[in-house]
Antibody, heavy 120, light 107 residues
Framework: QVQLQESGPGLVKPSQTLSLTCTVSGGAISTDNYYWTWIRQPAGKGLEWIGRIYASGSTNYNPSLMSRVAISVDTSKNQFSLKLSSVTAADTAVYYC????????????WGQGALVTVSS | DIQMTQSPSSLSASVGDRVSITCRASQRINKSLNWYQQKPGKAPKPLIYTASNLQSGAPSRFSGSGSGTDFTLTISSLQPEDSATYYCQQSYSPIWTFGQGTKVEVK
């Protein structure tokens, strides 16, 4: 059974960089056929896709966040990470990591989510 | 980007009712449409993939249909545990997008 777990600071100051890591267990992140992705959800609102990475390191990002986002992968640790720079209060949200099946784009396994608050 | 619009935004129905949620894409996406269920405080769970295929472990009362721009999620006989918010998501474009969600209340 694949499991994903987000970790990182729960409080980030405005203008600083939000950093989260997703640790994958129960399967190798280097496995073919899967993307690894980040999604966020402000309180009481819908889901916003942030970006994805393949084990090879190739990435795609939401155009609305592209100038501030970087996703990386560390196959030796079975982890992938999110960095979001120049954060504001609007970036306060629950951040989820998930696995996505390459062939149909289904987000089949999700982490439990990590609340990140941007505040001074 | 492909915009996904769900309707209604919320609905209330009784146990045993047949319930349908619609998702419309701003351009044709073939059958590249997935559905998720999210309960408060929890991560979304996949229900339907490629428009009409039931995800492993999802109850058989859930079904999906549609192609092109118009899609429907149907719950054939609403149960108390189906109280949740439902999201559609397109995977046709390299830039994935979600609908705004439909909140289902079970009376």
């Amino acid at each position: 059974q694949v499991q994903l777990q987000e970790s990182g600071p729960g409080l980030v100051k405005p203008s600083q960089t939000l950093s989260l890591t997703c640790t994958v267990s129960g399967g190798a992140i280097s496995t073919d056929n899967y993307y690894w992705t980040w999604i966020r959800q402000p309180a009481g609102k819908g889901l916003e896709w942030i970006g994805r990475i393949y084990a090879s390191g190739s990435t795609n990002y939401n155009p609305s966040l592209m100038s501030r986002v970087a996703i990386s992968v560390d196959t030796s640790k079975n982890q992938f990470s999110l960095k979001l720079s120049s954060v504001t209060a609007a970036d306060t949200a629950v951040y989820y990591c998930a696995r996505v099946y390459y062939y149909d784009g289904t987000f089949d396994y999700w982490g439990q989510g990590a609340l990140v608050t941007v505040s001074s | 980007d492909i915009q996904m619009t769900q309707s209604p935004s919320s609905l209330s129905a009784s146990v045993g009712d047949r319930v349908s949620i619609t998702c419309r894409a701003s351009q044709r996406i073939n059958k590249s449409l997935n559905w998720y269920q999210q309960k408060p405080g929890k991560a979304p769970k996949p229900l339907i993939y490629t428009a009409s295929n039931l995800q492993s472990g999802a109850p058989s009362r859930f079904s999906g249909s549609g192609s092109g721009t118009d899609f429907t999620l149907t719950i054939s006989s609403l149960q108390p545990e189906d109280s949740a918010t439902y999201y559609c998501q397109q995977s046709y474009s390299p830039i994935w997008t979600f609908g705004q969600g439909t909140k289902v209340e079970v009376k």
